[in-house]
């Protein structure tokens, strides 16, 4: 018996992808009675909804009164899909296409393993098919994040253990929501896919990556400032509320470290005012009571250890949109070693 898969697809003035990503929908092979689509739009001002109300008429659609973030949006399909008792959901962004078999493979994969309790598709770049977009993302130790593999020439693989899976196109079974919960309702977007791949990890469940389960993406690097304010102050909520206080201690060098150094390029790159919300955020006694109720929660529930999780991290960072020679040849280097010391010292 098939699994029921609830496909949930969080759309902000996405009239220009929403078509095609739905359109490709139409020719999976995973059994019809098994699946439903929820498109989740945040108040699109464009005309994506009246698009899929005009084209796709049996898509579930759920009109926001406010703009909920990737992380609102899709905590309602998870909600949705507890009350409808679906077995999985497939998170599914509305600049992608599938291919028909994308669905069946995940799914297969992720009933291999009752340990499973996240699968990542191979997202390949849908101008440049030939190249890759994710094949699993990577972790930095003081919480930066990065796909894995982009823009490399795709290649045969196997199905493997990967750090977090893209939020792009990612299928998660229910019980794992469950077990460690859904996005972090505070960060709205970015790294909320990074968090709960981490927590994921920390509750005793693998994420893996199915190569066979393809879906493209046609990614933009974005460079608003309001992103860099999102990704800054989450990255720091992660550190903070996932690992142990000793961890956060010995990495406290290290992170004054890559704050000094994410001020200066703020200074020159024109979102310093961003940066500055991000350090007035920390000063509100409401943002640490909030953190410190996640924290209980998240701890209470790991199944390893700082030290197995610090395994799966990286001391590097790879932004393969962003080259900078003090990053290569300064940054890296200081907290590669940095790192590596980390991983000798932690035994907790």
């Given at each position: 018996m098939s699994k029921k898969v609830l496909i949930i697809i969080v759309s902000y003035n996405s009239s220009d992808y929403i078509g095609d990503c739905l359109s490709s929908l139409e020719n999976i092979v995973y059994p019809k009675d098994d699946f439903r689509i929820l498109v989740v739009d945040n108040r699109s001002t464009d005309n994506s909804v009246e698009i899929i109300k005009k084209?796709?008429?049996?898509?579930?659609?759920?009109?926001?009164?406010?703009?909920?973030?990737?992380?609102?949006g899709n905590n309602f399909g998870f909600k949705y899909a507890i009350q409808n008792n679906f077995d999985y959901v497939y998170l599914l962004n509305p600049d992608t296409a599938v291919t028909p078999g994308f669905l069946d493979q995940?799914?297969?994969?992720?009933?291999?393993?009752?340990?499973?309790?996240?699968?990542?598709?191979?997202?390949?770049?849908?101008?440049?098919?030939?190249?890759?977009?994710?094949?699993?993302?990577?972790?930095?130790?003081?919480?930066?994040?990065?796909?894995?593999?982009?823009?490399?020439?795709?290649?045969?693989?196997?199905?493997?253990?990967?750090?977090y899976p893209s939020g792009a196109s990612v299928l998660i079974k229910v019980s794992a929501l469950k077990g460690v919960g859904f996005f972090n309702d505070e960060f709205f977007m970015y790294h909320e896919d990074t968090d709960l791949g981490w927590r994921l990890w920390l509750g005793g469940y693998k994420v893996m990556l199915s190569p066979e389960s393809v879906v493209y993406h046609k990614y933009e690097f974005s460079r608003n400032q309001q992103k860099y304010y999102y990704m800054e102050r989450n990255r720091r909520l992660m550190i903070l509320q996932n690992y142990k206080i000793g961890t956060i201690i010995l990495i406290l060098p290290a992170c004054v470290l890559m704050g000094l150094a994410m001020f200066i390029y703020s200074l020159f790159s024109g979102w310093a005012w961003q940066n500055l919300k991000v350090y007035w955020y920390f000063f509100q006694p409401s943002s640490w009571i909030k953190l410190f109720k996640t924290?209980?929660?998240?701890?209470?529930?790991?199944?390893?250890?700082?030290?197995?999780?610090?395994?799966?991290?990286?001391?590097?960072?790879?932004?393969?949109?962003?080259?900078?020679?003090?990053?290569?040849?300064?940054?890296?280097?200081?907290?590669?070693?940095?790192?590596?010391?980390?991983?000798?010292?932690?035994?907790?």
């Open positions: 084209n796709f008429s049996e898509i579930e659609l759920f009109e926001s009164q406010a703009n909920l973030g990737f992380v609102g995940v799914v297969k994969l992720a009933e291999s393993n009752q340990k499973i309790g996240a699968v990542q598709s191979k997202l390949l770049l849908y101008h440049d098919q030939g190249l890759i977009n994710s094949i699993g993302n990577e972790i930095h130790f003081l919480g930066l994040a990065f796909a894995g593999g982009y823009k490399q020439p795709d290649y045969p693989m196997i199905p493997k253990e990967i750090t924290r209980k929660q998240i701890r209470k529930k790991c199944k390893i250890t700082d030290r197995e999780m610090l395994t799966r991290f990286v001391g590097r960072v790879e932004f393969h949109d962003f080259g900078n020679p003090i990053l290569k040849y300064v940054v890296n280097p200081i907290f590669s070693l940095y790192f590596w010391l980390l991983k000798k010292i932690i035994v907790w």
